[in-house]
Protein backbone atom coordinates (compact mmCIF):
# COMPACT_ATOMS: atom_id res chain seq x y z
CA UNK A 1 0.00 0.00 0.00
CA UNK A 2 3.09 2.78 0.79
CA UNK A 3 4.18 1.72 -2.78
CA UNK A 4 1.28 2.60 -4.44
CA UNK A 5 1.44 5.60 -2.67
CA UNK A 6 4.80 6.91 -3.13
CA UNK A 7 4.03 5.99 -7.09
CA UNK A 8 0.94 8.30 -7.07
CA UNK A 9 2.63 11.01 -5.13
CA UNK A 10 5.57 10.54 -8.10
CA UNK A 11 3.45 10.45 -10.83
CA UNK A 12 1.75 13.98 -9.36
CA UNK A 13 4.98 15.21 -8.86
CA UNK A 14 6.10 14.21 -12.62
CA UNK A 15 2.98 15.95 -13.93
CA UNK A 16 3.20 19.11 -11.88
CA UNK A 17 7.23 19.25 -13.34
CA UNK A 18 5.74 18.73 -16.98
CA UNK A 19 2.85 21.53 -16.77
CA UNK A 20 5.78 23.63 -15.36
CA UNK A 21 8.34 22.67 -17.70
CA UNK A 22 5.65 24.05 -20.50
CA UNK A 23 4.85 27.03 -19.11
CA UNK A 24 8.68 28.01 -18.54
CA UNK A 25 9.19 27.81 -22.56
CA UNK A 26 6.24 29.61 -22.92
CA UNK A 27 7.92 32.81 -21.97
CA UNK A 28 11.12 31.81 -23.30
CA UNK A 29 12.96 31.83 -26.81
CA UNK A 30 13.48 28.05 -27.13
CA UNK A 31 10.73 27.26 -29.18
CA UNK A 32 10.91 28.67 -32.71
CA UNK A 33 7.02 28.04 -33.06
CA UNK A 34 4.95 29.52 -30.34
CA UNK A 35 1.34 28.79 -31.88
CA UNK A 36 2.18 25.15 -31.44
CA UNK A 37 3.40 25.60 -27.92
CA UNK A 38 0.48 27.40 -27.09
CA UNK A 39 -1.72 24.64 -28.19
CA UNK A 40 0.40 22.28 -26.32
CA UNK A 41 -0.93 24.61 -23.09
CA UNK A 42 -4.52 24.16 -24.21
CA UNK A 43 -4.22 20.66 -24.05
CA UNK A 44 -2.70 20.79 -20.69
CA UNK A 45 -5.87 22.76 -19.54
CA UNK A 46 -8.40 20.82 -21.58
CA UNK A 47 -7.59 17.50 -19.94
CA UNK A 48 -7.17 19.11 -16.63
CA UNK A 49 -3.37 18.18 -16.00
CA UNK A 50 -2.91 20.74 -12.86
CA UNK A 51 -6.17 19.67 -11.32
CA UNK A 52 -5.70 15.62 -11.58
CA UNK A 53 -1.64 16.45 -9.99
CA UNK A 54 -3.32 18.21 -7.34
CA UNK A 55 -6.13 15.78 -6.69
CA UNK A 56 -3.20 12.57 -6.41
CA UNK A 57 -0.94 14.78 -4.34
CA UNK A 58 -4.12 14.93 -1.72
CA UNK A 59 -5.42 12.07 -1.76
CA UNK A 60 -2.59 9.83 -1.67
CA UNK A 61 -0.42 12.19 0.68
CA UNK A 62 -1.72 9.88 3.88
CA UNK A 63 -3.12 6.83 2.64
CA UNK A 64 -3.98 5.16 -0.37
CA UNK A 65 -6.76 5.71 -2.01
CA UNK A 66 -7.10 2.74 -4.91
CA UNK A 67 -10.38 3.61 -6.31
CA UNK A 68 -9.87 7.53 -7.14
CA UNK A 69 -6.42 7.12 -7.62
CA UNK A 70 -6.58 4.60 -10.55
CA UNK A 71 -9.48 6.50 -11.91
CA UNK A 72 -7.70 9.74 -11.84
CA UNK A 73 -4.34 7.99 -13.60
CA UNK A 74 -7.20 6.72 -16.49
CA UNK A 75 -8.08 10.50 -16.61
CA UNK A 76 -4.75 11.22 -17.29
CA UNK A 77 -3.42 8.72 -19.07
CA UNK A 78 -6.53 9.58 -21.73
CA UNK A 79 -4.95 13.05 -22.00
CA UNK A 80 -1.72 12.05 -22.42
CA UNK A 81 -1.89 9.76 -25.43
CA UNK A 82 -3.33 12.86 -27.74
CA UNK A 83 -0.62 15.08 -26.08
CA UNK A 84 1.80 12.78 -27.22
CA UNK A 85 0.44 12.24 -30.46
CA UNK A 86 0.59 15.64 -30.97
CA UNK A 87 4.20 16.37 -30.07
CA UNK A 88 5.13 13.25 -32.25
CA UNK A 89 3.65 14.73 -35.35
CA UNK A 90 5.43 17.97 -34.21
CA UNK A 91 8.70 16.64 -33.72
CA UNK A 92 10.64 19.53 -35.02
CA UNK A 93 9.14 22.15 -32.97
CA UNK A 94 8.39 20.47 -30.05
CA UNK A 95 11.31 17.80 -29.31
CA UNK A 96 12.33 19.28 -25.91
CA UNK A 97 8.66 18.26 -24.81
CA UNK A 98 9.11 14.19 -25.98
CA UNK A 99 11.66 12.95 -22.93
CA UNK A 100 9.39 14.40 -20.13
CA UNK A 101 6.49 12.84 -22.01
CA UNK A 102 8.26 9.50 -21.78
CA UNK A 103 8.80 9.47 -18.44
CA UNK A 104 5.14 10.09 -17.67
CA UNK A 105 4.45 7.21 -20.21
CA UNK A 106 7.17 5.06 -18.23
CA UNK A 107 5.60 6.03 -14.95
CA UNK A 108 2.08 5.30 -16.15
CA UNK A 109 3.87 1.92 -16.63
CA UNK A 110 3.79 1.27 -13.55
CA UNK A 111 -0.02 1.16 -12.55
CA UNK A 112 -0.76 -1.24 -15.09
Do not use: C
Not at 39 to 66: P, T
Not at 71 to 80: A, D, I, R, S
Amino acid sequence: MEYNMRKALLLSENIEAFITFISKHQEGSLVSEKDKLYQLKLFIEEYKFQMIASELKRINQFSWDEKYSLYLVGLFKKGLIPIAEYIERNYSALFLFSGRVHILNSLLGVFE
